[in-house]
């Protein structure tokens, strides 16, 4: 059992296997984790989101989530498979995510209904493996036929499919944390034999052949057959996990070398985190500086102000954030699910402040902040864009990465509020919960109304009288006002670890510690230091909801890109614009009466008709466009500024609102989303930019509508020996010859669609012909406008 609660949560403890992890002395104690079970939420946001997600949980049908299984296994399916992400190739990854739920929902709340589910879903999943024969379970479409050619170093049909391994993923998490957390032994027997179905599987594989493999995203295994060598004291699992270790992203990492800008991001959070728990087993301090480094850099140079990272899914340069202003398509919460976990895992290993301040931040204005309270609804992207907004799934049409992580992200938000060196406990957030220490005889009670007001108070019970060290962490964000009362009575606290301070005393029942948490307000511009800026109070990132005009598909239908936002983008130069007079801009905000957190800051607004808006706590803001971040302008330059902002709506906003459908080639999830077809062909990155070429031949089958008029190509006119043709549905509609262009970075054309041709075909397949006996030019985007 204290092996289960301990892996669940990465706890660096010695390993029961023997695996012993130096990297915590002889004469010191690591810091830990209580179990999830432990710790209940009282009233709260926190408690709000996490019963809103078990109700939308318990929506799911079971079976439904299973089809894909039972499918693939030669049984037949009781219930029609969910349609959206879970028919069209990623079949069964939400099941795996919906497993990790449960048993994260079962641990937090104790809800019978969770473990019902829990121990009927493993039991049917162990009915397909039993069926397979072989030690395989998985939702894969066609995945017997395809593993089989894999095994033999074949990635023909494996390159075809929709991130197989990513998908496996799912459900080695699954069934890892139903043993963890649910304590299902059968999870335990499935997860044992399906790893070592992937052992057999890849054995035959030259290292060459799993690097070319995991070219392809494939989730975090690296990380799942570390902790089965820690579940089974078995370290062949250790070397599967290494052996699933992507160097092409580690050895740079270990180099502390910046090279993720056009990376898919989400595709290399889970292998970092991989690499960190691999350290946790091994001890090898490579891969433990790949993880620091790789977390250094994502946070101080590509994150904003909620903790979120990535456009359209991918990193944008670190110093260009302009991308990210542009798109519909902002941080995505995948990313941020991702960074709370390798964050938690870093912060155990050295316990420095700056990861429970990012974690905090990350916590309360990205994750809580992307479930709808009352619907329950998970949110995808959420833009930056000046007045734009987000989109929420519905429980039966969207099934979404973001879908599974969200089920997730809800149920586990007890994991670091507390934490125990020994006998000592740390209070790590300001969280209204419960703490039951029952080895110690210890509860402790924690009640508060923060962020709206500005203090916590902390409850003892305890059985017998204890001596031990209460540690509280101080923020960053606390004003001089900060102080810790014991029993009404103010006490010199000590400092303890880094950031935190210790109250020392004989604790006893009825002891009551009060925490004064003034919170300052502050601004923080993009990473880029562009002219954008954002408003905070404490660690809560502040918004003005500004209309709810053309909120197109807010609540999400089942078509492949309705997680997408896709009404109107606003043209920056209409946005409020913030005037910089030379003063500290977060001075200027002040306090509405009768209200909590909220604020006006009617003295910065340069337009006389933004001058009502408030700010509020972006958490608690739903349902409507809203300003996140806003252009500054200095006093003396407004015009200059407005005219820098129209010609950025020139370049970008206004050829937005043209675009029917669009795809940036090369990148790995708009591809996929638009039906990539190729032979023959190769990705890259130039000057920042994702392309594509071939050989052969690529295409993209996208959404036209009546209003479709023209195609719009953007590539390369640099390779002045490229030719190609380009086909609409199987029309020829242009040969381009890259040697009659000029030698431009960047070539963009625009061609006439074929008379009728978008009006009758809601898609339209856009095929690139190589011709002449050369390749394509590198493409950088392929767009339908109006």
């Known amino acids: 059992m204290k092996n289960r609660k301990r892996i669940g949560y990465g706890l660096m403890l010695a390993l029961a296997c023997g695996m012993i992890n130096s990297r915590v002395s002889a004469q010191s104690k690591p810091i830990e984790l209580f179990p999830l079970e432990d710790i209940k939420l009282l009233s709260s946001p926190f408690l709000v989101a996490q019963q809103t997600d078990l109700n939308y949980m318990l929506k799911l049908d079971p079976d439904r989530l299973l089809a894909p299984f039972l499918r693939e296994s030669g049984l037949t399916p009781k219930a029609k498979s969910y349609g959206n992400w879970e028919d069209s190739g990623l079949d069964g990854h939400t099941a795996g995510h919906y497993l990790t739920a449960l048993a994260q929902m079962?641990?937090?709340?104790?809800?019978?209904?969770?473990?019902?589910?829990?121990?009927?879903?493993?039991?049917?999943?162990?009915?397909?493996?039993?069926?397979?024969?072989?030690?395989?379970?998985?939702?894969?479409?066609?995945?017997?036929?395809?593993?089989?050619?894999?095994?033999?170093?074949?990635?023909?049909?494996?390159?075809?499919?929709?991130?197989?391994?990513?998908?496996?993923?799912?459900?080695?998490?699954?069934?890892?944390?139903?043993?963890?957390?649910?304590?299902?032994?059968?999870?335990?027997?499935?997860?044992?034999?399906?790893?070592?179905w992937a052992a057999e599987e890849t054995a035959g594989l030259t290292p060459e052949q799993m690097q070319r493999m995991l070219n392809t995203e494939h989730g975090g295994m690296n990380e799942v057959f570390a902790d089965v060598a820690d579940i089974t004291g078995n370290k062949k699992y250790l070397k599967l996990a290494q052996r699933f270790c992507h160097q092409a992203i580690l050895q740079p990492l270990e180099k502390r070398q910046d090279k993720l800008t056009g990376l898919h991001a989400n595709t290399q959070i889970p292998k970092i985190i991989g690499f960190e728990r691999i350290s946790e087993l091994n001890q090898d301090t490579a891969y433990h500086t790949a993880a620091r480094f790789f977390w250094k850099t994502v946070v101080d140079n590509r994150t904003i102000s909620i903790g979120g990272n990535s456009v359209r899914e991918h990193f944008n340069p670190s110093d260009n954030f302009l991308p990210m202003l542009e798109s519909?398509?902002?941080?995505?919460?995948?990313?941020?699910?991702?960074?709370?976990?390798?964050?938690?895992?870093?912060?155990?290993?050295?316990?420095?402040?700056?990861?429970?301040?990012?974690?905090?931040?990350?916590?309360?204005?990205?994750?809580?902040?992307?479930?709808h309270p009352v619907e329950g609804g998970f949110v995808y992207f959420t833009p930056i864009h000046p007045r734009h907004y987000r989109v929420y799934s519905t429980a039966d049409e969207s099934f979404w990465c973001c879908v599974g992580t969200g089920m997730e992200n809800h149920g586990k938000y007890g994991e670091l509020i507390y934490a125990h060196q020994g006998k000592d406990i740390y209070v790590n957030l300001f969280i209204p919960s419960v703490l039951n220490w029952s080895d110690n005889g210890i509860t402790l009670k924690q009640e508060n109304n923060f962020p709206d007001r500005e203090s916590t108070r902390l409850m003892v019970t305890i059985k017998k009288p204890q001596q031990f060290n209460l540690s509280v962490r101080k923020p960053s964000w606390a004003t001089g006002g900060f102080a810790?009362?014991?029993?009404?009575?103010?006490?010199?606290?000590?400092?303890?670890?880094?950031?935190?301070?210790?109250?020392?005393?004989?604790?006893?029942?009825?002891?009551?510690?009060?925490?004064?948490?003034?919170?300052?307000?502050?601004?923080?511009?993009?990473?880029?230091?562009?002219?954008?800026?954002?408003?905070?109070?404490?660690?809560?990132?502040?918004?003005?909801?500004?209309?709810?005009?053309?909120?197109?598909?807010?609540?999400?239908?089942?078509?492949?890109?309705?997680?997408?936002?896709?009404?109107?983008?606003?043209?920056?130069?209409?946005?409020?614009?913030?005037?910089?007079?030379?003063?500290?801009?977060?001075?200027?905000?002040?306090?509405?009466?009768?209200?909590?957190?909220?604020?006006?800051?009617?003295?910065?607004?340069?337009?006389?008709?933004?001058?009502?808006?408030?700010?509020?706590?972006?958490?608690?803001?739903?349902?409507?466009?809203?300003?996140?971040?806003?252009?500054?302008?200095?006093?003396?330059?407004?015009?200059?500024?407005?005219?820098?902002?129209?010609?950025?709506?020139?370049?970008?906003?206004?050829?937005?609102?043209?675009?029917?459908?669009?795809?940036?080639?090369?990148?790995?999830?708009?591809?996929?989303?638009?039906?990539?077809?190729?032979?023959?062909?190769?990705?890259?990155?130039?000057?920042?930019?994702?392309?594509?070429?071939?050989?052969?031949?690529?295409?993209?089958?996208?959404?036209?509508?009546?209003?479709?008029?023209?195609?719009?190509?953007?590539?390369?006119?640099?390779?002045?020996?490229?030719?190609?043709?380009?086909?609409?549905?199987?029309?020829?509609?242009?040969?381009?010859?890259?040697?009659?262009?000029?030698?431009?970075?960047?070539?963009?054309?625009?061609?006439?669609?074929?008379?009728?041709?978008?009006?009758?075909?809601?898609?339209?397949?856009?095929?690139?012909?190589?011709?002449?006996?050369?390749?394509?030019?590198?493409?950088?985007?392929?767009?339908?406008?109006?």
Request: charged residues 20%; proline residues 4%.
């Open 106 to 196: 079962y641990a937090a709340t104790g809800d019978p209904q969770c473990l019902k589910r829990i121990n009927y879903m493993v039991d049917e999943l162990a009915r397909c493996q039993q069926n397979n024969k072989n030690g395989y379970v998985g939702g894969v479409p066609g995945g017997m036929a395809m593993w089989a050619e894999v095994k033999n170093g074949d990635f023909s049909s494996f390159n075809k499919k929709w991130v197989p391994w990513y998908n496996m993923h799912k459900l080695y998490a699954g069934l890892r944390d139903c043993w963890l957390l649910a304590h299902n032994e059968k999870a335990k027997i499935v997860l044992v034999k399906l790893s070592d």
């Open 328 to 371: 519909e398509q902002g941080p995505e919460t995948c990313n941020s699910n991702n960074m709370l976990k390798l964050t938690k895992m870093l912060f155990l290993y050295d316990n420095s402040p700056e990861y429970m301040e990012f974690y905090e931040r990350l916590l309360y204005n990205h994750i809580l902040s992307s479930e």
């Open 484 to 786: 810790i009362k014991v029993n009404g009575k103010i006490v010199k606290a000590q400092n303890g670890i880094k950031g935190y301070l210790a109250v020392n005393r004989l604790w006893k029942t009825g002891d009551v510690v009060t925490i004064a948490l003034p919170m300052k307000n502050s601004v923080e511009y993009l990473p880029d230091h562009s002219g954008w800026v954002s408003f905070l109070h404490g660690p809560i990132v502040l918004a003005a909801p500004t209309d709810t005009t053309d909120l197109l598909g807010l609540k999400a239908d089942d078509s492949r890109w309705g997680h997408i936002a896709r009404g109107k983008l606003y043209d920056f130069s209409q946005a409020p614009l913030i005037v910089d007079k030379g003063g500290d801009l977060a001075a200027a905000l002040t306090p509405v009466k009768g209200s909590n957190a909220n604020f006006s800051i009617s003295p910065l607004i340069y337009q006389a008709k933004y001058k009502n808006l408030k700010l509020i706590p972006f958490y608690k803001l739903h349902d409507a466009r809203y300003m996140l971040y806003w252009p500054v302008a200095n006093a003396d330059s407004i015009s200059q500024r407005e005219q820098q902002l129209e010609t950025e709506d020139k370049l970008s906003t206004r050829l937005a609102s043209r675009i029917v459908d669009g795809v940036n080639a090369g990148e790995q999830q708009p591809e996929v989303d638009h039906g990539l077809n190729s032979q023959n062909s190769n990705t890259g990155i130039i000057n920042n930019r994702h392309w594509r070429d071939a050989g052969d031949f690529f295409s993209y089958k996208l959404g036209g509508n009546s209003q479709t008029t023209v195609l719009q190509i953007s590539y390369s006119g640099k390779d002045r020996d490229r030719q190609f043709d380009v086909y609409i549905n199987g029309q020829n509609i242009t040969h381009i010859n890259v040697a009659d262009d000029a030698a431009e970075a960047v070539v963009t054309k625009e061609f006439k669609l074929p008379d009728g041709l978008a009006k009758t075909n809601k898609v339209l397949e856009v095929k690139f012909v190589a011709t002449g006996g050369k390749r394509t030019a590198p493409v950088y985007s392929v767009k339908l406008l109006r």
